[in-house]
Protein backbone atom coordinates (compact mmCIF):
# COMPACT_ATOMS: atom_id res chain seq x y z
CA UNK A 1 0.00 0.00 0.00
CA UNK A 2 1.23 3.35 -0.71
CA UNK A 3 2.57 5.51 2.11
CA UNK A 4 0.28 8.72 2.66
CA UNK A 5 2.38 11.42 3.49
CA UNK A 6 1.48 15.08 5.16
CA UNK A 7 2.69 18.26 4.60
CA UNK A 8 3.95 19.33 7.71
CA UNK A 9 3.13 22.76 7.13
CA UNK A 10 -0.72 22.73 6.15
CA UNK A 11 -1.57 19.12 6.92
CA UNK A 12 -2.67 18.51 3.28
CA UNK A 13 -2.04 14.38 1.76
CA UNK A 14 1.00 15.03 -0.60
CA UNK A 15 0.47 14.66 -3.78
CA UNK A 16 2.50 15.22 -7.16
CA UNK A 17 -0.33 14.56 -10.20
CA UNK A 18 -1.98 17.67 -9.87
CA UNK A 19 0.09 20.99 -9.45
CA UNK A 20 -3.26 23.00 -8.83
CA UNK A 21 -4.53 20.48 -6.10
CA UNK A 22 -3.61 20.97 -2.69
CA UNK A 23 -0.81 18.81 -1.23
CA UNK A 24 1.12 19.13 -4.13
CA UNK A 25 5.28 18.49 -4.69
CA UNK A 26 7.05 17.64 -7.58
CA UNK A 27 7.89 14.21 -7.98
CA UNK A 28 11.11 13.91 -7.11
CA UNK A 29 10.65 15.61 -3.36
CA UNK A 30 7.73 12.56 -2.28
CA UNK A 31 10.80 10.54 -1.17
CA UNK A 32 11.86 13.08 1.50
CA UNK A 33 10.42 11.91 5.16
CA UNK A 34 10.11 15.68 6.11
CA UNK A 35 7.63 17.28 3.08
CA UNK A 36 6.29 21.16 2.63
CA UNK A 37 3.96 21.09 -0.13
CA UNK A 38 4.76 23.45 -2.94
CA UNK A 39 2.22 26.33 -1.38
CA UNK A 40 3.83 26.35 1.91
CA UNK A 41 6.98 26.18 0.88
CA UNK A 42 6.41 29.20 -1.21
CA UNK A 43 4.67 31.11 1.63
CA UNK A 44 7.35 29.97 3.88
CA UNK A 45 10.39 31.07 1.74
CA UNK A 46 8.99 33.86 -1.04
CA UNK A 47 6.02 34.99 1.18
CA UNK A 48 4.48 34.29 -1.90
CA UNK A 49 0.72 32.91 -1.83
CA UNK A 50 -0.57 30.30 -4.32
CA UNK A 51 -4.02 29.32 -4.77
CA UNK A 52 -5.55 25.65 -4.58
CA UNK A 53 -8.06 23.57 -6.04
CA UNK A 54 -10.73 21.13 -4.27
CA UNK A 55 -12.39 17.84 -6.00
CA UNK A 56 -16.48 19.24 -5.90
CA UNK A 57 -17.44 17.25 -2.70
CA UNK A 58 -14.73 19.05 -1.23
CA UNK A 59 -15.74 22.74 -2.40
CA UNK A 60 -19.17 22.20 -1.43
CA UNK A 61 -18.35 21.65 2.02
CA UNK A 62 -16.17 24.80 1.73
CA UNK A 63 -19.28 26.61 0.86
CA UNK A 64 -21.73 25.50 2.89
CA UNK A 65 -18.65 26.22 6.04
CA UNK A 66 -18.39 29.71 4.49
CA UNK A 67 -22.57 29.79 4.78
CA UNK A 68 -22.16 28.70 8.39
CA UNK A 69 -20.47 32.18 9.00
CA UNK A 70 -21.66 35.72 9.20
CA UNK A 71 -18.67 37.24 6.92
CA UNK A 72 -18.56 38.83 3.41
CA UNK A 73 -17.71 37.13 0.55
CA UNK A 74 -15.43 38.34 -2.56
CA UNK A 75 -16.35 36.15 -5.28
CA UNK A 76 -13.79 36.66 -8.25
CA UNK A 77 -15.16 35.98 -12.18
CA UNK A 78 -13.02 36.22 -14.65
CA UNK A 79 -14.58 38.50 -17.42
CA UNK A 80 -13.05 36.58 -20.28
CA UNK A 81 -14.32 32.91 -19.49
CA UNK A 82 -17.36 34.40 -17.42
CA UNK A 83 -19.30 31.09 -18.44
CA UNK A 84 -16.35 29.01 -16.98
CA UNK A 85 -15.04 30.96 -14.12
CA UNK A 86 -18.54 30.77 -12.28
CA UNK A 87 -19.44 29.10 -9.30
CA UNK A 88 -22.43 27.03 -9.85
CA UNK A 89 -24.59 26.92 -6.88
CA UNK A 90 -22.96 29.48 -5.24
CA UNK A 91 -26.20 31.17 -3.91
CA UNK A 92 -27.73 27.88 -2.41
CA UNK A 93 -24.49 27.39 -0.42
CA UNK A 94 -23.30 30.58 1.14
CA UNK A 95 -26.46 31.91 2.58
CA UNK A 96 -27.51 35.52 2.95
CA UNK A 97 -23.97 36.49 3.39
CA UNK A 98 -23.25 39.97 1.42
CA UNK A 99 -21.06 38.99 -1.71
CA UNK A 100 -18.47 41.79 -3.35
CA UNK A 101 -18.08 40.89 -6.98
CA UNK A 102 -14.77 41.06 -8.45
CA UNK A 103 -14.78 40.91 -12.23
CA UNK A 104 -11.17 40.65 -12.90
CA UNK A 105 -8.92 40.08 -16.36
CA UNK A 106 -10.46 42.97 -17.18
CA UNK A 107 -6.77 43.94 -19.14
CA UNK A 108 -8.13 41.08 -22.07
CA UNK A 109 -10.72 43.11 -23.27
CA UNK A 110 -10.42 45.93 -25.85
CA UNK A 111 -9.29 48.92 -23.97
CA UNK A 112 -11.87 50.88 -26.13
CA UNK A 113 -14.97 49.38 -23.66
CA UNK A 114 -15.96 51.54 -20.63
CA UNK A 115 -15.65 49.97 -17.64
CA UNK A 116 -19.35 50.93 -16.75
CA UNK A 117 -20.63 49.07 -19.43
CA UNK A 118 -18.45 45.70 -18.17
CA UNK A 119 -19.77 46.46 -14.92
CA UNK A 120 -23.22 46.52 -15.69
CA UNK A 121 -22.96 43.37 -18.05
CA UNK A 122 -21.79 41.52 -14.74
CA UNK A 123 -24.77 42.76 -13.00
CA UNK A 124 -27.24 41.82 -15.45
CA UNK A 125 -25.32 37.78 -16.20
CA UNK A 126 -25.43 37.64 -12.14
CA UNK A 127 -29.15 38.81 -11.70
CA UNK A 128 -30.42 35.86 -14.15
CA UNK A 129 -29.23 33.98 -11.55
CA UNK A 130 -30.76 35.87 -8.62
CA UNK A 131 -27.27 36.95 -7.10
CA UNK A 132 -27.42 40.86 -5.86
CA UNK A 133 -24.21 41.70 -5.33
CA UNK A 134 -23.07 44.71 -3.16
CA UNK A 135 -20.79 46.02 -5.75
CA UNK A 136 -19.32 44.79 -8.98
CA UNK A 137 -15.77 46.29 -9.37
CA UNK A 138 -13.66 45.67 -12.86
CA UNK A 139 -10.24 44.72 -12.20
CA UNK A 140 -7.12 43.54 -13.23
CA UNK A 141 -4.40 41.64 -10.71
CA UNK A 142 -2.02 41.58 -12.86
CA UNK A 143 -2.02 45.17 -13.65
CA UNK A 144 -3.40 46.46 -10.29
CA UNK A 145 -6.25 47.74 -11.55
CA UNK A 146 -8.57 49.47 -8.97
CA UNK A 147 -6.78 48.27 -5.91
CA UNK A 148 -7.46 51.19 -3.99
CA UNK A 149 -11.35 50.73 -4.66
CA UNK A 150 -11.35 47.14 -4.09
CA UNK A 151 -9.69 47.93 -0.60
CA UNK A 152 -12.32 50.40 0.06
CA UNK A 153 -14.57 48.73 -0.72
CA UNK A 154 -13.76 45.25 1.21
CA UNK A 155 -12.95 47.38 4.26
CA UNK A 156 -16.62 49.14 4.08
CA UNK A 157 -18.87 46.06 3.34
CA UNK A 158 -17.17 43.46 5.84
CA UNK A 159 -18.27 45.58 9.17
CA UNK A 160 -15.69 44.25 11.22
CA UNK A 161 -16.30 40.34 9.69
CA UNK A 162 -14.12 38.22 8.15
CA UNK A 163 -13.42 38.05 4.60
CA UNK A 164 -13.43 35.03 2.61
CA UNK A 165 -12.24 35.40 -0.85
CA UNK A 166 -14.06 32.34 -3.04
CA UNK A 167 -13.23 31.89 -7.07
CA UNK A 168 -13.02 29.02 -9.57
CA UNK A 169 -9.14 27.87 -10.16
CA UNK A 170 -7.79 30.24 -13.09
CA UNK A 171 -9.77 32.69 -12.36
CA UNK A 172 -6.71 34.84 -11.20
CA UNK A 173 -7.08 34.77 -7.12
CA UNK A 174 -3.43 34.26 -6.56
CA UNK A 175 -2.39 36.72 -8.32
CA UNK A 176 -4.92 38.95 -6.98
CA UNK A 177 -3.72 38.43 -3.31
CA UNK A 178 -0.25 38.72 -3.91
CA UNK A 179 -1.18 42.29 -5.58
CA UNK A 180 -2.83 43.36 -2.69
CA UNK A 181 -0.63 41.94 0.30
CA UNK A 182 2.35 43.64 -1.92
CA UNK A 183 0.04 47.29 -1.54
CA UNK A 184 -1.49 46.98 1.89
CA UNK A 185 0.66 45.04 3.89
CA UNK A 186 1.63 47.06 7.17
CA UNK A 187 2.70 43.87 9.01
CA UNK A 188 6.30 42.26 8.62
CA UNK A 189 5.99 39.68 5.77
CA UNK A 190 6.97 36.79 7.69
CA UNK A 191 3.90 37.14 10.52
CA UNK A 192 1.45 37.81 7.80
CA UNK A 193 -0.49 34.54 6.51
CA UNK A 194 -0.73 31.68 8.63
CA UNK A 195 -1.99 28.39 7.02
CA UNK A 196 -5.15 27.00 9.04
CA UNK A 197 -6.84 23.86 9.23
CA UNK A 198 -9.99 23.58 9.84
CA UNK A 199 -10.33 20.15 12.14
CA UNK A 200 -12.15 17.14 11.01
CA UNK A 201 -12.19 18.87 7.01
CA UNK A 202 -10.06 19.07 4.19
CA UNK A 203 -10.71 22.42 3.57
CA UNK A 204 -7.53 24.58 4.45
CA UNK A 205 -7.77 27.99 3.99
CA UNK A 206 -4.97 30.58 3.87
CA UNK A 207 -5.96 33.33 6.84
CA UNK A 208 -4.11 36.76 6.46
CA UNK A 209 -4.90 38.91 9.61
CA UNK A 210 -7.20 41.99 8.96
CA UNK A 211 -7.02 43.25 12.40
CA UNK A 212 -6.78 41.12 15.91
CA UNK A 213 -9.76 39.87 15.54
CA UNK A 214 -10.97 39.21 11.84
CA UNK A 215 -9.14 37.43 9.02
CA UNK A 216 -9.29 37.43 5.05
CA UNK A 217 -9.47 34.10 4.52
CA UNK A 218 -8.17 32.87 0.59
CA UNK A 219 -10.30 29.74 0.21
CA UNK A 220 -9.17 26.83 -2.29
CA UNK A 221 -10.88 26.78 -6.12
CA UNK A 222 -12.47 24.24 -7.82
CA UNK A 223 -11.40 22.19 -10.78
CA UNK A 224 -13.62 23.37 -14.03
CA UNK A 225 -12.66 20.10 -15.54
CA UNK A 226 -13.31 21.43 -19.25
CA UNK A 227 -10.63 24.21 -18.62
CA UNK A 228 -7.88 23.68 -21.55
CA UNK A 229 -5.52 22.93 -18.94
CA UNK A 230 -6.11 19.81 -18.37
CA UNK A 231 -5.47 18.87 -22.17
CA UNK A 232 -3.58 21.34 -23.82
CA UNK A 233 0.52 20.93 -23.27
CA UNK A 234 1.52 23.83 -21.40
CA UNK A 235 4.15 25.54 -23.24
CA UNK A 236 1.06 25.53 -26.19
CA UNK A 237 -1.33 26.65 -23.71
CA UNK A 238 0.61 30.46 -23.38
CA UNK A 239 0.18 30.55 -27.32
CA UNK A 240 -3.60 30.10 -27.37
CA UNK A 241 -4.73 31.77 -24.14
CA UNK A 242 -5.03 34.98 -24.51
CA UNK A 243 -1.87 37.12 -22.21
CA UNK A 244 -2.72 40.46 -23.45
CA UNK A 245 -5.55 42.41 -24.38
CA UNK A 246 -7.57 40.19 -27.19
CA UNK A 247 -7.24 41.19 -30.99
CA UNK A 248 -10.30 41.90 -32.99
CA UNK A 249 -10.84 40.74 -36.68
CA UNK A 250 -13.76 42.01 -37.95
CA UNK A 251 -15.66 39.97 -41.37
CA UNK A 252 -18.76 40.23 -43.37
CA UNK A 253 -19.74 36.87 -43.66
CA UNK A 254 -22.08 36.09 -46.55
CA UNK A 255 -24.05 32.45 -46.04
CA UNK A 256 -21.80 29.23 -46.53
CA UNK A 257 -18.60 30.63 -45.58
CA UNK A 258 -16.23 29.81 -42.45
CA UNK A 259 -14.07 31.09 -40.06
CA UNK A 260 -11.31 29.33 -38.89
CA UNK A 261 -10.04 30.29 -35.52
CA UNK A 262 -6.88 28.59 -36.04
CA UNK A 263 -6.58 24.46 -35.63
CA UNK A 264 -9.18 25.23 -32.79
CA UNK A 265 -11.63 25.15 -34.31
CA UNK A 266 -14.44 26.53 -36.69
CA UNK A 267 -17.78 28.69 -36.92
CA UNK A 268 -19.74 28.04 -40.07
CA UNK A 269 -22.42 30.02 -41.38
CA UNK A 270 -24.80 28.51 -42.60
CA UNK A 271 -27.69 30.58 -43.87
CA UNK A 272 -29.29 34.43 -43.15
CA UNK A 273 -28.19 37.75 -44.94
CA UNK A 274 -24.80 39.48 -44.74
CA UNK A 275 -23.70 39.94 -41.59
CA UNK A 276 -20.97 41.26 -39.12
CA UNK A 277 -18.60 38.52 -37.10
CA UNK A 278 -15.86 40.10 -35.30
CA UNK A 279 -13.25 37.59 -33.97
CA UNK A 280 -11.51 38.48 -30.36
CA UNK A 281 -8.85 35.83 -29.53
CA UNK A 282 -5.05 35.50 -28.65
CA UNK A 283 -3.10 37.55 -31.56
CA UNK A 284 -0.95 34.47 -31.69
CA UNK A 285 -4.02 32.23 -33.49
CA UNK A 286 -4.25 32.77 -37.45
CA UNK A 287 -8.21 33.78 -37.87
CA UNK A 288 -8.95 32.48 -41.90
CA UNK A 289 -12.20 33.35 -43.94
CA UNK A 290 -13.26 30.46 -46.35
CA UNK A 291 -15.93 28.98 -48.62
CA UNK A 292 -17.47 26.12 -46.05
CA UNK A 293 -17.69 23.87 -48.95
CA UNK A 294 -14.10 23.88 -48.98
CA UNK A 295 -13.45 24.21 -45.06
CA UNK A 296 -12.60 20.25 -44.70
CA UNK A 297 -10.16 20.06 -46.87
CA UNK A 298 -8.49 23.46 -45.66
CA UNK A 299 -8.28 21.64 -41.70
CA UNK A 300 -4.81 20.89 -42.30
CA UNK A 301 -3.16 23.71 -44.12
CA UNK A 302 -4.63 25.97 -41.29
CA UNK A 303 -3.61 25.12 -38.24
CA UNK A 304 -0.26 26.73 -37.04
CA UNK A 305 -0.31 24.76 -33.52
CA UNK A 306 0.32 20.92 -33.67
CA UNK A 307 -0.98 19.05 -30.53
CA UNK A 308 -2.64 16.52 -29.64
CA UNK A 309 -5.90 16.53 -28.15
CA UNK A 310 -7.77 13.10 -26.54
CA UNK A 311 -9.81 11.38 -28.93
CA UNK A 312 -9.31 13.97 -32.04
CA UNK A 313 -7.19 12.99 -35.30
CA UNK A 314 -9.07 15.16 -37.89
CA UNK A 315 -11.53 17.90 -38.20
CA UNK A 316 -14.57 14.93 -38.06
CA UNK A 317 -13.56 14.62 -34.46
CA UNK A 318 -14.79 17.95 -33.31
CA UNK A 319 -18.02 18.27 -31.65
CA UNK A 320 -20.67 20.72 -33.19
CA UNK A 321 -23.39 22.75 -31.88
CA UNK A 322 -25.71 24.73 -33.28
CA UNK A 323 -27.26 28.14 -32.78
CA UNK A 324 -30.35 30.17 -34.28
CA UNK A 325 -29.31 33.74 -34.43
CA UNK A 326 -31.82 36.14 -33.65
CA UNK A 327 -31.72 39.81 -34.84
CA UNK A 328 -29.56 42.06 -33.42
CA UNK A 329 -25.68 41.41 -31.69
CA UNK A 330 -24.63 38.21 -29.99
CA UNK A 331 -21.16 36.70 -28.84
CA UNK A 332 -20.74 33.02 -29.81
CA UNK A 333 -18.09 32.22 -26.33
CA UNK A 334 -15.37 29.12 -27.27
CA UNK A 335 -14.69 28.70 -23.83
CA UNK A 336 -11.48 29.22 -22.23
CA UNK A 337 -10.36 30.72 -26.09
CA UNK A 338 -12.02 33.56 -27.10
CA UNK A 339 -15.54 34.98 -28.39
CA UNK A 340 -16.98 35.96 -31.93
CA UNK A 341 -19.44 38.80 -31.79
CA UNK A 342 -21.82 38.30 -34.43
CA UNK A 343 -24.48 41.14 -35.77
CA UNK A 344 -27.12 39.82 -37.65
CA UNK A 345 -30.79 39.60 -38.71
CA UNK A 346 -31.24 36.39 -38.00
CA UNK A 347 -29.80 33.30 -39.11
CA UNK A 348 -27.99 29.61 -38.85
CA UNK A 349 -24.69 29.01 -37.44
CA UNK A 350 -22.60 25.30 -36.61
CA UNK A 351 -19.48 25.29 -34.71
CA UNK A 352 -16.64 22.95 -34.47
CA UNK A 353 -14.31 22.77 -31.52
CA UNK A 354 -12.55 20.10 -30.15
CA UNK A 355 -14.91 17.50 -28.01
CA UNK A 356 -13.57 18.82 -24.51
CA UNK A 357 -14.51 22.80 -25.23
CA UNK A 358 -17.75 24.16 -24.40
CA UNK A 359 -19.50 26.50 -26.72
CA UNK A 360 -22.47 29.20 -25.69
CA UNK A 361 -24.12 32.02 -26.54
CA UNK A 362 -24.62 35.34 -24.53
CA UNK A 363 -25.66 38.40 -24.39
CA UNK A 364 -22.56 40.89 -26.30
CA UNK A 365 -20.12 41.84 -24.15
CA UNK A 366 -18.90 45.05 -26.11
P1 LIG B 1 -5.91 31.15 -9.35
O1 LIG B 1 -5.91 29.70 -9.75
O2 LIG B 1 -7.29 31.70 -9.30
O3 LIG B 1 -5.14 31.44 -8.11
O4 LIG B 1 -5.23 31.95 -10.56
P2 LIG B 1 -3.73 32.51 -10.76
O5 LIG B 1 -3.54 33.76 -9.98
O6 LIG B 1 -2.78 31.39 -10.57
O7 LIG B 1 -3.84 32.92 -12.30
C1 LIG B 1 -4.21 32.00 -13.33
C2 LIG B 1 -3.69 32.51 -14.65
O8 LIG B 1 -4.31 33.75 -14.99
C3 LIG B 1 -2.19 32.80 -14.66
O9 LIG B 1 -1.68 32.44 -15.92
C4 LIG B 1 -2.11 34.31 -14.45
O10 LIG B 1 -0.95 34.87 -15.00
C5 LIG B 1 -3.36 34.77 -15.17
N1 LIG B 1 -3.89 36.02 -14.60
C6 LIG B 1 -4.13 36.29 -13.29
N2 LIG B 1 -4.64 37.56 -13.15
C7 LIG B 1 -4.72 38.08 -14.40
C8 LIG B 1 -5.17 39.34 -14.94
O11 LIG B 1 -5.62 40.25 -14.24
N3 LIG B 1 -5.09 39.47 -16.30
C9 LIG B 1 -4.61 38.48 -17.11
N4 LIG B 1 -4.56 38.71 -18.42
N5 LIG B 1 -4.20 37.30 -16.65
C10 LIG B 1 -4.25 37.09 -15.31
Given amino acids: MKEIKRCYGCGAIIQSENEKHIGYVPKDATTKDHILC ?40 DLFDFE ?19 ANKRDLLPKSVKERKLEHWVR ?14 VTSGKKNMNMDKIYDAMMTYRKQRD ?39 TLDFIEIPLDEQTYLYDTP ?28 IGFQLQEKQTIYFDGLGRIDYISG ?22 A ?44 ITISSKGGKIKVHVPPQISVTIREAII
Avoid: W
Avoid at 305 to 319: A, N, P, T, V
Fill in 273 to 294: GQSSFITYFSRQLKIHRTKTVN
Fill in 221 to 248: GIVNESQMTHFVDPKILKKIIPQSELRP
Fill in 38 to 77: RRCFQLKNYHKLQTTSLTKDDFLNLLDHIGEKDCLVVYMI
Fill in 163 to 201: IYVVGATNVGKSTFINALLKHYAQVEEQNLITVSEFPGT
Fill in 296 to 339: DALYDRHKTFQFEIDGMQSIHDMKTYDFTLKSGKCDIVISGLGF
Fill in 124 to 137: RRLKEEGMKPVDVI
Fill in 84 to 102: GSRIQGLLRHIGYNDVLVL
